[in-house]
């Protein structure tokens, strides 16, 4: 299973920004992959994220009332302290969370990936997965500043409390077959919710058994 590499390095800016830069620092691993989690409170497209000049790819978005949320990923990225960038497509309120992972798949590391929106208590998001893979979520929610709970079997990974009206937190859990769901407990309001499901750097092998040798 995709293990993190690293510290988690979260930024925010208020001040309705045209674009948000943060240093970040690349730790080493075998099978990287840099996944930077995107809030934004007003509903402007998310256009570009770069880590030292290099593009990542969004995997997942989802638009709530007044947010909007993405992920996005870099396969092997340099192993370096350089700037993430995030460029939206108009000035917003900005928060980021980035996280590095380990013995992730190369070719594919996303397996799947899935969104979900809603007005209520209990932010969530049902994500395909398997046995040996990593789903990581992220939410953006209007809940005034009230710490959010994270659901049972997740580990949170980030909170940032970026304005009274616009929270933005992200968790792990260990993936299962055929789902696994994402959920958090806040108060009651507008929330925006992404999740992906990291594949391993070697998936297992559907229905594979081992057999002992005869002598």
Do not use: C, K, M, Y
């Given at each position: 299973m995709p293990t993190q590499v690293g510290s988690t390095v979260t930024d925010f800016d208020n001040a309705m920004p045209a674009s948000i830069t943060t240093s970040y620092t690349q730790a080493t691993g075998s099978d990287l992959v840099l996944v930077v989690k995107i809030g934004t409170e007003d509903d402007v497209t998310h256009d570009s994220v770069t880590f030292d000049g290099n593009g990542l790819t969004k995997q997942v978005e989802q638009v709530g009332t007044n947010r909007r949320t993405s992920i996005w990923t870099l396969v092997n990225p340099p192993v370096?302290?350089?700037?993430?960038?995030?460029?939206?497509?108009?000035?917003?309120?900005?928060?980021?969370?980035?996280?590095?992972?380990?013995?992730?798949?190369?070719?594919?590391?996303?397996?799947?990936?899935?969104?979900?929106?809603?007005?209520?208590?209990?932010?969530?998001?049902?994500?395909?997965?398997?046995?040996?893979?990593?789903?990581?979520?992220?939410?953006?929610?209007?809940?005034?500043?009230?710490?959010?709970?994270?659901?049972?079997?997740?580990?949170?990974?980030?909170?940032?409390?970026?304005?009274?009206?616009?929270?933005?937190?992200a968790s792990e859990q260990a993936g299962a077959a055929p789902n696994v769901t994402m959920d958090w407990t806040t108060v009651s309001a507008p929330w925006a919710s992404c999740g992906i499901s990291l594949q391993p750097a070697t998936p297992p092998v559907a229905g594979a058994q081992t057999h002992d040798m005869l002598v």
């Open positions: 370096t302290t350089a700037n993430i960038v995030f460029t939206p497509g108009a000035n917003a309120d900005i928060a980021l969370i980035a996280t590095s992972w380990q013995d992730v798949h190369q070719t594919t590391p996303v397996s799947n990936s899935a969104s979900n929106s809603g007005n209520s208590t209990n932010p969530s998001v049902v994500v395909p997965s398997a046995a040996g893979e990593l789903v990581l979520d992220a939410v953006n929610s209007d809940s005034d500043g009230s710490d959010p709970t994270v659901g049972a079997g997740q580990s949170e990974i980030a909170d940032v409390d970026v304005t009274a009206d616009f929270r933005f937190f």
